[in-house]
């Protein structure tokens, strides 16, 4: 069984999708051991509670430092004995040394087709406006590994979406999220727990 933990900081619907992925076994071989959260008011801690899932928030602000953070983030972390680190929505910087001591073992979802649209400032409903600011008649999302640049990882998955007449940025990230995110988290996850990738 692959031991994965769900890094988030807002709605958690990409979190979600993973734990009705795990319920209805379009996932296999793979069980979220911790949700862990930057942002207290998270509603994707109470989607962990309602699942049975143990919630844990840890803020950058409750700290003196950022490298107090740092190692307690990797502490806390290293407590799960996790296999997988799945970030869903988490707009915090990785550590260094977590990418290191999990080198292969963090991905991220990100919501366009990288090398589009990612990077510094490039997160959450962002990403759409500037995709429809540019005027793309197709986005989407990408599942890709961690290292430590921003986004820069090596590819898992990704998924195109058309842009529609009259899309605005909310429109265009709810049919990022049904017809592409949705999907490949889970996607992912089932590839890595089954050896498929
Ligand atoms: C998702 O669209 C995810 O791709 C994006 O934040 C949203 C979180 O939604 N992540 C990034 O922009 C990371 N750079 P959720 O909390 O409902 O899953």
């Known amino acids: 069984m692959l031991r994965v933990g769900v890094m988030v900081s807002g709605g958690g619907t990409n979190l979600q999708a993973i734990l009705d992925a795990m319920e209805n076994e379009t996932v296999t071989n793979a069980e979220v051991e911790v949700v862990i959260s930057n942002n207290p008011g998270a509603y994707a801690l109470e989607r962990a509670k309602n699942h049975g899932i143990e919630a844990v928030c840890l803020s950058p ?15 806390k972390v290293d407590e799960y004995d ?9 707009l915090v910087t990785i550590p260094p040394a977590m990418i290191q001591k999990y080198r292969n073992k963090i991905i991220n979802i990100h919501p366009s087709l990288i090398p589009a649209f990612c990077g510094v400032g490039y997160y ?5 406006e500037a995709a429809l600011k540019r005027g793309v008649k197709l986005t989407g999302a990408t599942v890709h590994f961690v290292d430590e640049g921003m986004d820069s990882g090596p590819i898992i998955l990704q998924k195109a979406v ?17 017809e592409a995110e949705w999907k490949l988290l889970p996607q992912a996850i089932h590839m890595i727990a089954n050896k498929k990738l």
């Open 124 to 128: 959450g409903l962002k990403v759409h």
């Open 162 to 178: 058309e842009v529609l007449p009259g899309d605005t940025p909310e429109i265009l990230q709810r049919r990022v999220m049904e």
């Open 82 to 90: 996790l296999d997988l680190i799945v970030l869903a929505g988490f």
């Open 61 to 75: 602000k409750s700290f003196e430092s950022r490298e107090a953070f740092n190692e307690a983030f990797l502490k």
